[in-house]
């Protein structure tokens, strides 16, 4: 089955550290991409960083990064330097790209980041 | 460039009552989507569409239809309001092929009493 799992519904960090956010994902379709996004508490959601299952290289996006491995079919977000502003619900999502899957995006439940002063 | 547009951005319908949210995109934008949004159950997929006349169910479509009869426009409707309808609800588009990122609305917050 399709599915994407974030373990960690709460997670702290101090200010100016990295921290990393886990997503993990099951499908056995080749083709598919995973993005991240994020819900502050005003409620928009903003994309930040998506990985293609073909790409060779991890995607890097400013302070984010997804470390990919997907012999693990794990697609974890670290944020490095994390700031206030960076307070907010992290979604993991997945796409599937054939056709028979319809494109649909498949999420997990979040995870809630605090940062601290 | 207004991206992805939701109207109203609050509503309370009493139960029973019908409505229609709207949803537009100015992106040409072939796929577009409705989600709702409940504590604790992240997203989950309410109606989708691939293109102009194609609408298809997603994992929670009961009580809710949707039309695609233009490409920028795709409104959700609410047929017969109940409390289990309460929640946010977010319209998103994005291109149809490859690994593009879905751009979304800024939610509604739909009350039902």
């Known amino acids: 089955a399709q599915k994407i799992t974030q373990t960690q519904p709460g997670m702290f960090v101090q200010e100016k550290e990295a921290v990393t956010l886990d997503c993990t994902y099951d499908t056995s379709d080749p083709s598919y991409g995973l993005f991240w996004y994020k819900q502050p508490s005003s409620g928009e959601m903003i994309f930040l960083i998506y990985q293609g299952s073909y790409d060779q290289q991890n995607a890097t996006e400013g302070r984010y990064s997804l470390n990919f491995q997907k012999a693990r079919k794990s697609a974890n977000l670290v944020i490095s330097a994390s700031q206030l502003g960076d307070s907010a619900m992290y979604f993991c999502?997945?796409?599937?790209?054939?056709?028979?899957?319809?494109?649909?995006?498949?999420w997990g439940l979040g995870t809630s980041l605090a940062v601290n002063p | 460039n207004a991206g992805v547009t939701q109207t109203p951005k609050f509503q309370v319908l009493k139960t029973g009552q019908s409505m229609t949210l709207q949803c537009a995109q100015d992106m040409n934008h072939e796929y577009m989507s409705w989600y709702r949004q409940d504590p604790g159950m992240g997203l989950r997929l309410i109606h989708y569409s691939v293109g102009a006349g194609i609408t298809d169910q997603g994992e929670v479509p009961n009580g809710y239809n949707v039309s695609r009869s233009t490409t920028e426009d795709f409104p959700l409707r609410l047929l017969s309001a109940a409390p289990s309808q309460t929640s946010v609800y977010f319209c998103?588009?994005?291109?149809?092929?490859?690994?593009?990122?879905?751009?979304f609305g800024p939610g509604t917050r739909l009350t039902v009493t």
């Open positions: 998103a588009s994005s291109e149809l092929a490859g690994g593009y990122e879905q751009y």
């Open positions: 999502a997945m796409r599937h790209f054939n056709a028979g899957n319809n494109r649909k995006l498949i």
